[in-house]
Nanobody
Framework: VQLQASGGGLVQAGGSLRLSCAAS????????MGWYRQSPGNQRDLVATITNDGTTNYADSVKGRFTIYRDNAKNTVALQMSSLKPEDTAIYYC?????????WGQGTQVTVSS
């Protein structure tokens, strides 16, 4: 499974950004797709996930501000981020789970200025 992420960048606090990720390769059997983030000195944490039947899960810190979308026909997952805060600054990684194995995209930087 190859994951290609796009989006991200620099935005002021209160602004919005959209991240997108496309899966290719051996995509049959992918169940969960999602986004994780990692800031310097911290571990990689869950942001949001979505199953292939549309069940979503969000970190408490992003509930009500971020929305995850999935298009099973196009094998894509997107993360719409609104009301961004400086503490949302991190590298965001796309993730896919297939047969109990995790796959990761290359990471995309999101920077929120105060």
């Amino acid at each position: 499974v190859q994951l290609q992420a796009s989006g991200g960048g620099l935005v002021q606090a209160g602004g919005s950004l959209r991240l997108s990720c496309a899966a290719s390769g051996s995509i049959f059997g992918i169940t969960v797709m999602g986004w994780y983030r990692q800031s310097p000195g911290n571990q990689r944490d869950l942001v949001a996930t979505i199953t292939n039947d549309g069940t979503t899960n969000y970190a408490d810190s992003v509930k009500g501000r971020f929305t995850i979308y999935r298009d099973n026909a196009k094998n894509t997952v997107a993360l719409q981020m609104s009301s961004l805060k400086p503490e949302d600054t991190a590298i965001y990684y796309c993730n896919a789970r297939r047969w109990a194995q995790n796959y990761w995209g290359q990471g995309t930087q999101v920077t929120v200025s105060s």
